[in-house]
């Protein structure tokens, strides 16, 4: 009853609130970056990176956002943050990508009206009296994942990779950053997920070469806030990759509120290739983790399963499917068009691989190396699922999840070699929606959120916290080019469109039906301008965040409002005119027989940044 009233008070003072997206990532010189040491002590510091990030207009993608239980004030959000890439670089050039991709801690205390953003202590070149309570060892750190318990701490999950010492490992471990409050648990709730008090590895990998060992990646975060037997526990997700394509999901707990983790166990036994996992919490303490399978390694369906736990995360049952679907994926043939360009000229320090796919495929096209047959720019996505649970609610074991798929029927011949359906084949991408009950085992049939007839839906997330169900997604309903035989944002002639918006919806009665569908970007992006490995392919991220507590919920996303377009030198007479070039700076090198490196990166050409806003 208590939880319930607290709620029910939370949600009374966010009905006021009306929605204005908000720019979370402020690295641009009119607002800059504060040391999160700053921020909790008022004590003034600085260092190389956040003066970097203080003018640095660059990349940030993946968006995680959490609401504080305790007061829909605080929200912390955080990214995968590019802005310390060009750190120690002279303000003239030459710029050298030696600084840190990190995890963003972006704060707000006023409902996400405005955000002060910083990093995550521990990043490479942290002098503050922070970094000594960081207990990692890598030199970038992404994928981040953010959860509160019910006492004012806060948990930032995170991947990372990248050897300080500048080898080529990647040392693929996972790691947790904590956060409380300042005066404790009695004190102000303003203050929640403020002090910083360090970071502690999860599991380790095992520091091979170009993603061949060991290598920890997509990762999940949950934290118990149902105040009974289980609360205040912190469970942690991922998927183990060990270089020969065949993964697993692992799982950890901490019951000293991530200060310590329990011994990895693996949640998933004979398939081969799954990925994306996702911790739900029931009002009972039950811990579900639910994950895909991919078919074209296991030679399945396409399918999310779940595994429960009912001792508060120390064991699991053996997991079982929930649904079976069809995969959205774009894929198309690589076809590659190398330039010339030293290792000394490149602009980039490290990029994804495309690990799981079919050889001889890519999942992200664009120019040069990163050329494909079809001749569309586009960015990686995926059908991947998301779930949650609603702790405040005692009397259901409810488990709520979403995922895009090919919408059954919209399935066309590409007439290329492109496909999101299997090469050749595209179709048309929706976000649906399950209910498992995880008491019974029912699962509802899956369902449309917002059936519409054009536009692809891409990324959708979910939130449950006291009573309301709220989903945010990625929707191409705009774009002017749209069909189900191409990417989002692609015309027949490869020419690239502004196409993406975030929408949200939600629903009152448990995902039977859903209302207030809404646009809350006011700004169509176009996502697929060239802005990584090179300046030659685009990368918006994996996922989409929403954070809710009732009727209060706040989403956030990548968007590309701000990116400076221009033209690649590099295409000369070949240029392809796609509309997806950003503006840099470079000159021939006759001597090297090579193009030289973005000698403007501050200018806007990668400007990349996360948004929010409050949904309705």
Known sequence: MMRKAVSAFWICCALSLSASDVRVTNDFPAAGYVSAYTIATG????????????????????????????STSVLLASSNDYCGTYAGSPDTGPFVPSGPIWLGYYRSENSGASFVSSLVPGYPGDQSPYAALAKVRTASAG?????????????????????????????????????????????????DGKRYRGASIVARGSSAPNLLGVFHDKTAIEADRTLGRCDANVYFAWSRFNGNGANAVYFARSTDHGATWSNPQKLTESVQSVQDPDIAVTGNGNVYVTYRTFAFVNGLENTISVAKSTDCGATFSRPREVVSFLNYAPRDVSDPEPIPIPAKYLDDPERESDAGVEAGVSRDCGDFSNHCAAGYTFFREDSSPRSTADQYDADHEWVYIVYAATKPGTEVSSGTTYGSAGLGTGSQSAAYFIRLDGATGSVTEPALIDNQATGHQIFPDISADGGVLHVVWWDSRLDPAYSPARPAGNTASGVTVPSLNAWTARSTNAGTTWIAKT??????????????????VPFAGDYLWITSLGDFAYATWTDWRNTVPGTDPREGTTDDADGADVLQCRTFDSTLNAWTSDTCPHAGGLDQDIYGSVAP
């Open 143 to 191: 994928d981040p994942v953010i959860a509160w318990d019910a006492h004012g701490r806060a948990f930032f999950g995170a991947e990372s990779s990248g050897d300080p010492s500048g080898t080529v490992k990647t040392f693929g471990d996972v790691w947790v950053a904590r956060f409380d409050n300042p005066a404790g648990e009695a004190g102000n709730p303003l203050n």
């Open 519 to 536: 646009r809350v970007s006011t700004f169509t992006s176009n996502p697929n301008y060239e802005q990584f490995d090179n300046r030659t």
């Open 43 to 70: 004590n003034p510091y600085t260092d190389d990176v956040l003066r970097e990030c203080s003018k640095a207009r660059g990349r940030q993608n993946e968006p995680a956002v959490a609401v504080n239980p305790r």
